[in-house]
């Protein structure tokens, strides 16, 4: 399919979007945020969200919401550390740290989400990091912590570049089933789960690392 972005949307947009047919990218009001199509995560992280409206086809509310969120971050975070050649101990896992603008710079943000530490004082954007901190109806963009956490724990477990395995066990679960809409986060982890058996059949270190990983979040 052609890929379609467009950048300088709106006047002082604070933010960037997929929405449905194509990527648009806002330049900020230049003090909290500064241009998003300089950030390659959040390229990443704007052209997931085409891969799973044709793939799992989530809903954008509840825990489904929330796993979409994830998704995105997740594959934005990949994309950013296979460009920038780290693996996933040279990683700083934040999501959005090139957008930030002088005041948020200032008020001591220095990301907007940081997958390691989702509820860390230095991201715009704090998140939980246990399941047990769910809410129904919560914002997707807060609840897509849990999951992210559960990668970034996964991926520094099995070492190495989170895109050659870990990211293979979550692109599979996410386009080898067919749609989910209400998709549950407990079902997406143990989908990654099976997959990471039959994809690894002879690395249990791996199925032990993606199990302890999601149990790490409560899941």
């Given at each position: ?51 799973t409206q044709y793939s799992l086809q989530l809903n954008y509310t509840n825990e489904a919401g929330g796993l979409n ?57 704090r998140q939980p990091t246990k399941y047990s901190q769910y809410k129904p109806g919560m914002d997707p963009h807060m ?48 989908r990654t789960r099976t997959v990471a058996a039959q994809l690894y059949p002879s690395d249990t270190a791996i199925a ?12």
């Amino acid at each position: 399919m052609t890929l379609i972005s467009s950048i300088h949307y709106g006047v002082n947009y604070n933010n960037a979007f997929w929405n449905g047919s194509q990527m648009a990218y806002g330049d900020g009001d230049g003090s909290i945020f500064v241009d998003f199509s300089k950030s390659n995560d959040v390229i990443g992280h704007e052209m997931t969200h085409g891969v799973t409206q044709y793939s799992l086809q989530l809903n954008y509310t509840n825990e489904a919401g929330g796993l979409n969120e994830s998704l995105s971050d997740c594959f934005g975070s990949m994309f950013r550390q296979w460009e920038a050649k780290q693996d996933v101990d040279q990683a700083d896992w934040l999501i959005g740290k090139d957008i930030m603008g002088p005041t948020a710079l200032r008020m001591g943000y220095t990301c907007l989400r940081d997958m390691a530490n989702p509820a860390a004082k230095h991201a715009l954007a704090r998140q939980p990091t246990k399941y047990s901190q769910y809410k129904p109806g919560m914002d997707p963009h807060m609840s897509s912590g849990i999951p992210n956490f559960a990668f970034y724990t996964i991926a520094k477990a099995v070492r190495g570049n989170s895109w050659e395995k870990i990211g293979q066990i979550w692109y599979k679960s996410m386009t080898g089933f067919g749609p989910t809409p209400n998709m549950k986060m407990k079902t997406f982890a143990n989908r990654t789960r099976t997959v990471a058996a039959q994809l690894y059949p002879s690395d249990t270190a791996i199925a032990c690392a993606v199990d302890a990983g999601w149990k790490k979040v409560g899941l």
